[in-house]
């Protein structure tokens, strides 16, 4: 039992973020849908991401210090939970607090979890005899188990979206948005043509049949995070901090020494050509929580469609990181990202062509699988180290923030643009650093066979 003890607790820390994260991966994925006045649904977003920023910056260290991993992590779930309650009352005076609190749950929740994870396997490594400690590449396993079942989650909450939504329909009363069939529907506003949703022509697929149905799911998806706070609250035992090397390097002092050192490291030319990459990633993302949900989906389908083709797209999602993961290993990493490349310009492509009527806008569904595919090996792009890692992170929120921020301001078919453009940016800056690491590579192999040569005709 002594043995498995760690093991049970990944399985509690695991499920009780699966709950939290699937629930807001639900309620991000109707934002733009459901609260489409002002904007407000991907406003309160672009807040969320734009103070978790901040939050990584300057706050997230400080807590992880004084509270330690597992009440970091249950703050990071209650801002979750302010989140979607926020949602229930949609409004300037609702959602912005929410969102300003919400952004804990970005900040705090995945920096917490994932050092969790950490401590969890030294502490089952140091539990095992000399002769039995598991390698690294198990430790790769406990992470490739927690990011893939955490990663579900975009399944899981969209399923249940889906279900909620469109199962309510049968029970509801009829009212003038029932009786507007999809065939009265403009589709010449939807999918690369969509610009804002004043100009949707008297479409009422953004509006759910009543407001009965969005309170349900919102009802559901705050039940599942007040679960998983329960669960970890009584369940997940607290790190022991005073026993834990590695809280040394997260004191007050640290911080500064972090922030100069993170900068100092953005100036550095890799960081500075691989910038659009990270960039690009959480672009790429807003694109998919936002533009695309609103303009693709909803425009053609109707707001209940959203939850099905998102977990869809979730499913490809999974499978190309395990194809992606095997590939990487088989033929290298350069090979991965072309193959992301092809995948990402056809998407964009299919995209821009695509003239969604009532028989074809079914096809939405393979967009959203591509879609999924591609966004899933954008996280296979390179990282050095855990300093490497934090600027990709940050590059990553600012891009959702302000993709957020840009999401019906500007049409569909611009924003596409602009992600076709920050693709060739991530080629020419790959493409440059590593025929540089090539060119190190191949200089180091020489000179241990130069030096050789030189003691041979001495």
Known sequence: MTEN???????????????????????????????????????SLSITYGCSFLLSLFVLPVFLFNLGAKWTL????????????????????????????GSMGESFFWAAGVYYVNHLFHEYQDSKPEDQKPQDNVKNVWFGRFYGVVGSCTIWGNLLAYAVLYGA?????KSIHNNTTMAEYDYH?????????????????????????????LGVYSALQLFAIILHVVYLPALNKKQDEDFRVLSVGATKETLLSLARYLRSTKQILLAPMSFYYGFLMSYSFSDFTRGF?????????????????????????????????????????????????TNYFIQMLFQPTSNSRYWVYGIAAILGTSVTMALYFPVDTELAFGTITLWQVFAMTIGFILSGRI??????????????????????????????????ESEPLIEANGLGNG
């Open 169 to 173: 329909q049968n029970f509801e009363a």
């Open 74 to 101: 249950i703050l990071g779930e209650i801002g979750f939970m302010i989140f979607t309650l926020a949602n229930f009352y949609s409004g300037l005076a609702t959602m912005v607090p929410g969102s300003i609190l």
């Open 411 to 444: 049409c569909l078919s611009i924003r596409i643009y602009l992600l076709i453009g920050n693709l060739v940016l991530v080629c020419i800056g790959y493409a440059i650093v590593e025929q540089r690491r090539r060119s190190t590579k191949l200089k180091e």
């Open 189 to 217: 506003t939807c999918g690369s043509n969509f610009c804002t949703v004043t100009k949707t022509n008297g479409n009422y697929a953004y509006v759910p049949k009543s407001k009965t149905s969005v309170y349900i799911l």
């Open 297 to 345: 989906v909803s425009c053609t389908m109707g707001v209940q469609q959203v939850g099905l083709v998102m977990a869809v797209s979730g499913c490809f999602s999974v499978l190309g990181a395990f194809m992606s993961t095997k590939a990487s290993q088989k033929l290298g990493l350069s090979i991965v990202i072309c193959i992301t490349v092809i995948f990402d310009l």
């Open 5 to 43: 003890k760690q093991i049970i607790q990944l399985c509690v820390l695991i499920s009780g973020m699966t709950f939290t994260i699937s629930a807001f991966v639900g309620t991000v994925d109707l934002q733009s849908s459901i609260h489409i006045s002002h904007n407000l649904g991907t406003i």
